[in-house]
């Protein structure tokens, strides 16, 4: 496989659910990324991750958790959700953080809580 | 704050027409400029970059973008719309040291028969 790769691309769970999206680049890049997309707002950064450490993270509520245990391999752990966390998650990777490198995006996770 | 922003949420144009897509950005600093399109239920892909090299950018599917530090903007265009360009469009900005790039809130291109 190549490109960057989004399990599952669709999720129902109920509010008191435990669940995790799974993000994986086989791209050889250092740097991946969590947007949120929700309709009619912004692509919202919620978290960077450059060499496996965090290094941004824009004031996301703690019952969404990332993990970063290799370069390759991004999750989300997804705990006591609210309607309002529905929304269409995108994983991203660069070869490096910021600046002139673009981003490859995943397909996404589209996410539906009920 | 530094920003990108995106000026018509909905353009709708007819097969064959000129297509163009406004992005005008805030900056003190020289930035980096980057289209994206989505396609329904796929994640973004990239059409073109600029990087402080040439001032017009030749993208993929016939799309091109100037730079134009003046007017602060990175308009996207097409000389022709076919109707596999509707999608939505993303213009994002990015800078030196910058974590990662900040998008707008996008414009849905239609394109009528």
């Known amino acids: 496989e190549t490109g960057v790769t989004q399990t599952p691309r669709h999720l129902v769970m109920g509010m008191t659910n435990k669940k995790s999206l799974k993000c994986e680049q086989h791209?050889?890049?250092?740097?991946m990324y969590w947007y949120k997309q929700s309709a009619k707002k912004p692509l919202e950064l919620m978290f960077v991750?450059?060499?496996?450490?965090?290094?941004e993270n824009n004031s996301v509520p703690s019952r969404f958790s990332p993990e970063c245990p290799n370069s390759s391999h991004l999750f989300l752990h997804l705990h006591t959700l609210q309607p309002e966390d529905s929304a269409l998650y995108l994983c991203?990777?660069?070869?490096?953080?910021?600046?002139?490198?673009?981003?490859?995006f995943g397909e996404g996770s589209r996410l539906t809580v009920l | 704050a530094q920003s990108v922003t995106q000026l018509g949420s909905h353009v709708s144009v007819s097969e064959g027409a000129l297509v163009l897509l406004r992005c005008n950005y805030s900056?003190?600093?020289?930035?980096?400029l980057f289209w994206y399109v989505q396609y329904p239920n796929q994640g973004l892909q990239l059409l073109l970059k600029?990087?402080?090299?040439?001032?017009l950018v030749k993208g993929i599917n016939g799309f091109e973008a100037e730079f134009k530090k003046s007017e602060t903007s990175f308009h996207l265009t097409k000389p022709s719309a076919h109707m596999s360009d509707a999608a939505e469009y993303f213009c994002?900005?990015?800078?030196?040291?910058?974590?990662?790039?900040?998008f707008g809130s996008g414009t849905r291109l239609q394109v009528q028969p």
């Open positions: 994002a900005v990015s800078y030196t040291g910058r974590r990662a790039l900040t």
């Open positions: 991750y450059s060499l496996e450490e965090r290094v």
């Open positions: 900056s003190s600093v020289p930035p980096y």
């Open positions: 600029y990087t402080s090299a040439a001032t």
């Open positions: 791209l050889g890049h250092n740097a």
């Open positions: 991203a990777s660069s070869l490096q953080q910021g600046g002139a490198g673009e981003l490859f």
